[in-house]
């Protein structure tokens, strides 16, 4: 399995105010994703990154509001734009497995916006 | 569309058998996970069976799956204190790389 690491691991942020979030694998990986757990709530898929092509949106999230960048086959990011209170959730990062039959995740982000 | 759920809550006393389970509405899913997920941390990918299997054992977990229902169950033999946390089930979806996960099912193991 891969290992994956995420920065912040936690952060408090003002409402309006942008930050963004790195996520780092220590092997080259296809597919990244990134998703969102709301306080007590399951996971949700924001969008799947793949290395060289733009980013693919679930509905309920646009590009705007949720910029990824995927720079190479072992990092990306994720930006929480114009941050609301509504936007306080664990941010995870995942990546497809070598086998093509499973992702694993990242720590997580703790964010929380005032 | 795709829903998974799972109860809320379960409570066991330590050294029995926990049984978590999950239903699904998708009948194109390819696999079927459970992630553990402890107190401030991510998810930690216990087991996932394929599904055209009914079974699949590893250690003290076991996956059984009857598709027929579309019911997935985790069963953890001997349950220790440090298996307290979240365990989520998720489906994915054939043809793509979307996995849907349940609501979670908050065990506590009780010494």
């Known amino acids: 399995s891969a290992v994956i690491s995420q920065k912040p691991s936690r952060d408090i942020c003002q409402r309006g105010t942008s930050l963004t979030i790195q996520c780092q694998v220590d092997s080259q990986v296809t597919m990244m994703f990134w998703y969102r757990q709301q306080p007590g709530q399951s996971l949700t898929l924001i969008a799947t990154a793949n290395q060289g092509s733009e980013a693919t949106y679930e509905s309920g999230f646009v590009i705007d509001k949720f910029p990824i960048s995927r720079p190479n086959l072992t990092f990306s990011t994720l930006t929480v734009s114009n941050m609301s209170p509504e936007d306080s959730s664990i941010y995870l990062c995942?990546?497809?497995?070598?086998?093509?039959?499973?992702?694993?995740f990242g720590p997580g982000t703790r964010l929380l916006v005032l | 569309g795709e829903d998974v759920e799972q109860s809320l809550f379960l409570s066991v006393r330590e050294g029995d058998s926990s049984v978590i389970n999950c239903t699904y509405t998708d009948s194109s899913s390819t696999y079927l996970y459970w992630y553990k997920q402890e107190p401030g941390a991510g998810l930690q990918l216990l087991t996932y069976?394929?599904?055209?299997?009914d079974m699949k054992q590893d250690q003290r977990l076991t996956v059984l799956l009857n598709k027929k229902d579309k019911h997935l169950s985790l069963r953890i033999a001997d349950t220790q204190t440090g298996d307290s946390a979240i365990y989520f089930c998720?489906?994915?979806?054939?043809?793509?790389?979307?996995?849907?996960f349940g609501t979670g099912t908050r065990l506590k193991v009780l010494a």
């Open positions: 069976i394929f599904s055209n299997m």
């Open positions: 995942s990546v497809e497995g070598a086998d093509g039959e499973t992702q694993y």
């Open positions: 998720a489906e994915s979806i054939r043809g793509t790389y979307k996995y849907i």
